[in-house]
């Protein structure tokens, strides 16, 4: 059970490249969330998913666009990255529900550098 | 807005002796509360949470405080070891069930 996994770990772009990240859940969890992380701040919601088929706007969309086509994978896009999208990126899952239910259960992260 | 928030961005302690990390929280509708423990390089892990109709609740060593008085909620770790070295964040779900984190405060142990 390797929980959530992203790919790939480290990655450098160039200013106008394109990527896509990839997170795989193997606790066959309902919702899946994007985050990024900037030095000195908490996480800020990108974009989540309450299902496959589905996804929804976070706190910070602008710039990143996502796919949920299987229930285990959520993908986040870069369609042409900038340097202020320079962060640390995590994935999460969890179940639906209230309370403990809803405990979301984190990757490793992804560093991104955009030169 | 929403926010939660943490009173300081550092605390250092001595091995063995007793932390205190701090939040407060603006929404008076949040209805739970979760404290991540993030060490570094890695993703944020989940420690323990706190219903807004408790005012305390421990785990393994550690406990958490709920004061909805003031919108003050803390974790308190006991005998800090080593280990217990990283970045501490405190979110609240306000029944959205979309955790709003607050910066984070970096706990640092000193043998």
């Known amino acids: 059970n390797a929980g959530v996994t992203q790919t790939p770990k480290f990655r450098v772009l160039k200013t106008g490249q394109s990527m896509t990240l990839l997170c795989a859940q193997d606790?066959?969890?309902?919702?899946m969330y994007w985050y990024r992380q900037d030095p000195g701040m908490g996480l800020r919601l990108i974009h989540y998913?309450?299902?496959?088929?589905?996804?929804a706007k976070g706190e910070v969309p602008d710039g990143y666009n996502v796919s949920r086509l299987k229930k285990q994978n959520f993908l986040l896009g870069l369609e042409s990255a900038a340097p202020s999208q320079t962060s640390v990126y995590f994935c999460?899952?969890?179940?639906?529900?209230?309370?403990?239910?809803?405990?979301?259960?984190f990757g490793a992260g992804t560093r991104l550098s955009v030169l | 807005g929403e926010s939660v928030g943490l009173h300081l961005p550092t605390l250092s302690v001595q091995e063995g002796d007793n932390s205190i990390i701090n939040c407060a929280y603006s929404?008076?509708?949040?209805?739970?509360f979760i404290w991540y423990k993030q060490e570094s390089g890695k993703g944020p892990q989940f420690i323990i949470d706190?219903?807004?109709?408790?005012d305390k609740r421990q785990g393994q060593r550690v406990t958490v405080l709920l004061n909805k008085t003031v919108k003050h909620l803390s974790l308190q770790i006991a005998a800090t070891q080593p280990g217990d070295s990283a970045v501490y964040f405190c979110?609240?779900?306000?029944?959205?069930?979309?955790?709003?984190f607050g910066q984070g405060t970096r706990l640092t142990i000193n043998p």
């Open positions: 999460a899952s969890s179940y639906p529900g209230q309370g403990i239910k809803n405990i979301q259960y």
């Open positions: 606790m066959n969890h309902e919702y």
């Open positions: 998913s309450v299902g496959e088929g589905t996804t």
């Open positions: 979110a609240d779900i306000t029944g959205a069930q979309k955790l709003v």
């Open positions: 706190i219903r807004s109709n408790m």
């Open positions: 929404n008076s509708a949040s209805d739970y």
